[in-house]
């Protein structure tokens, strides 16, 4: 999976979380400023991730994240990785 | 000095309708809103229809995000609280800790469990991060202390099939007793799913009319043969006298009696003489300080099952004498939505002591098998005086509540 299609994937799981159109989530979004996401919908967002990517995801690196783009930066490291 | 308690607020979702006119239109017209569900039909299921909440817009109650995290029967309840809510005109509270929620529901988020076993059973580490939260018990009374900054007590009742009714008569007593200025009090269920309907139908309790769903809840009828799934949700705010006439409120009606007793007698099947269930309307007249004599029409339990119409009937002659009021039971239309169910009808007994007139029995048409010595309002709308009605639930677990409304 290319960085490009991870980017999509991750976006359009943030924004069935959030319920907004997938454009609207970029990858300098910031979850919590601008959406005021809270933990559990973190959790939520992550157990989406998880069932698309097959993947595990740990909950504390999805609490440090800044924006989309560095969550997408972190899971590809990790896919690549498993790889 | 004890409180009286206003009604000045009331909310409907249910499957004639999801705004309170259109459901009291199509209620006069004596018609069942019993349909083929797809989900049922398609698994061969020993029921395959029932009565269900037609699709309606959403989005004036929920964001699309808000949508995701909660269950259906949360859905229900909080946009026919919404509905109540404006319609009581209800701003912010000057006290919110002085503002409460009752909240009846008899299977809870059951059906959302149900999916989430089909779907994560086998791989519950998968599970959703909202499962929880969509399907614990309070999630409706939850939802609404933070949509609207209630912080007075918020208690959901889990009484079967008197939930409803039970949380309106609590939340009746909050205020009477000076805790409380205003309660959203209601019930709501939304038990139409494979799993729930066949438990329900292999205990017997339901109707086999898979072929002519219209006609399969018939309460009272000679011709019944079980109880009609359904779901929905009602809401009424209520709210002490004073209250409601300082903020000038518009008073719809008075709740003024709440009676409950349990039968302690059999888990699902009511005592063949309806003495309990007649005892529970003598204690909500006695609370209103009325007597039979009083009461313009009664809202029946009436689940279309042979053996609650026939104690229902024997407990309403037990209680009114040989002069029954005349009776309706809204079941015929609407189906059985459990714990919603008896909100729903005290809503609807509400606006018909309001209105001045009685819906009539959907498939109503005779009932020499026992039930002939209670007036069975059928055919077309009965017009009454505006007189108190008497509103009954009788639930699993031999549990049973009759509320009192009055006109003003």
Redesign the interface.
Known sequence: MTRDELAEVVRSRVA?????PTAEITETTDLRAEHDVDS??L??I???L??ALGTRIDASNLMDMRNVGHAVDLLHSRLRERV | MTQRVAVTGIGLKTPAGTGVEQVLDALAEGRSTAAAVPDLCDRGLPVTFACRVPDFDTTPYF??????QVDRVAMLAVSAAADAFADAGLGPFADPARVGITVGTGVAALSFVEQLVMEYGGSPE?????SV?RAMANSAAARLAIRYGIQGPAPTYAMACVSGAAAIGEGMLKIRSGQLDVVLAGGADAPVSPVVVSSFARMGAMSRRNDDPASASRPFDDERDGFVMGEGAAFLILESWAHAEARGASIIGELRGYGSNSDAHHIVAPREDGSAAARCMRLALADAGLGPADIGHVNAHGTSTVQNDLAEAHAIVDCFGTASPPIAATKGSLGHSLGASGAIEAVVALMSAVNGTVPPVANFRSGHGGTSMVDVVSGAVRKIPPLPALSNSFGFGGHNVSLVFAPC
Do not use: C
């Open positions: 069935e979380v959030v319920g907004v559990l919908e959790m939520e992550g157990t989406r998880e069932q | 964001s699309l995000r808000e949508l995701r998968r599970l959703p991060a909202f939260t």
